[in-house]
Structure formats: C-alpha cells, structure tokens
C-alpha cells in the first residue's frame, strides 16, 4: 500500500466517523428532546405524589376529629394510618432517585430495584393490616346509618379499583426497571 492510499483511506474513514457522530448527536439531542420518562422517573414521580399527599391527608383527618360519622379515634387513628403511609412512599421515593445509572452497575441496579420491589410489598402488608381494624370501626361506628355504610362501601369499592389501578402500573415500571438492566 503506497502513501497515498492510505491518504484516501484515512480521509475515508475521517469521514464516516464525522458522519457517525452527526448521527449520534442527532439521537442524543432526540432522546433530550423526549418527554417519555423512564421507569425510574415514572417511580420516583409516582412515590413523590403519594408521599405529598399523605400529610394532606392527616390534615383532612384532624378536621374529621368533631364529624359524628368518624368520630375522634377513627380519625386520630385515619392520621396515623396516612403518616405511616406518607414515611414508606418517603423512603420509597428517595432511595429510587439515589439509584444512579452512571456510576452503579447493571446488576445493581436490578437488584436494588428488586429489593424495593419487596418493600413496596412489604409495606402494603403494613398498611393492609393497620386499614382493616380502621374500616371495621368505621362500619361498627356507624352501623345503624344505611347511607353512611353505603358510602363506605362505595369508599372501597372505588379506593380498591384506584388502588389496584396503581399497584399495576407500580409494578410494570419495576419490571420495566429490572428487566431493562438484565
């Protein structure tokens, strides 16, 4: 191979790798552009809305504190219920905005999103278990108020088709997060 070949190869690869980076480019300033969140994103926004709203909720219940229909202890009792709740969505969203895809390795990062997986879980548990004793005072409560139970069942019914609703998108961006990162 003379010197000049190599001249022209050289100037042929000088131009495909500008032409590889103006593609790249054109991705990178797309993917910039895009207002699709990625499942951590979605997670994080997700833990952060609930975890606001929670003390929103404590506030709600110390109005409830002078209703006939709840009563003072179901209504302290409806406080600690959300402040206990407003805490786990608290360490939930936090720990997943610390997850960084930079610095952490792929199977880091799958198995830290497996472990607040079941946190998440774990915590549900929690939650069910301190909800149920709350409703049956409710119900017991106001046992002789047809409209009032009405309304509590109403309550459920529509709470559980919110929270499934939730718990199903919850649960897609985790296995979105781990199965991405495999």
């Known amino acids: 191979m003379d010197p000049e070949e190599m001249k022209q190869q050289w100037n042929d690869l000088n131009k495909r790798i500008e032409a590889l980076e103006d593609a790249n480019s054109w991705q990178i300033d797309r993917m910039r552009l895009s207002k ?83 946190r998440h879980h774990l915590f549900q548990v929690i939650l069910i278990i301190i909800a149920i004793p709350l409703l049956t005072m409710l119900i017991i409560h106001n046992i002789n108020d047809k409209y009032m139970l009405a309304g509590c069942l109403c309550g459920l019914i529509i709470g559980v088709l919110v929270g499934l609703n939730a718990y199903y998108r919850i649960m897609n961006d985790y296995r979105e997060l781990i199965s991405s990162y495999r």
């Open 36 to 118: 699709l969140k990625t499942a951590q994103d979605r997670l994080v926004s997700t833990y952060q809305r609930f975890s606001i709203i929670a003390p929103l909720m404590v506030l709600l219940s110390l109005m409830w504190i002078e209703n006939r229909f709840i009563g003072p202890t179901i209504a302290c009792y409806f406080m600690v219920f959300f402040a206990i709740a407003g805490f786990m969505d608290l360490y939930l969203w936090k720990s997943l905005k610390r997850l960084d895809f930079n610095t952490m390795g792929v199977e880091t990062i799958a198995e830290q999103a497996r472990f607040y997986r079941k």
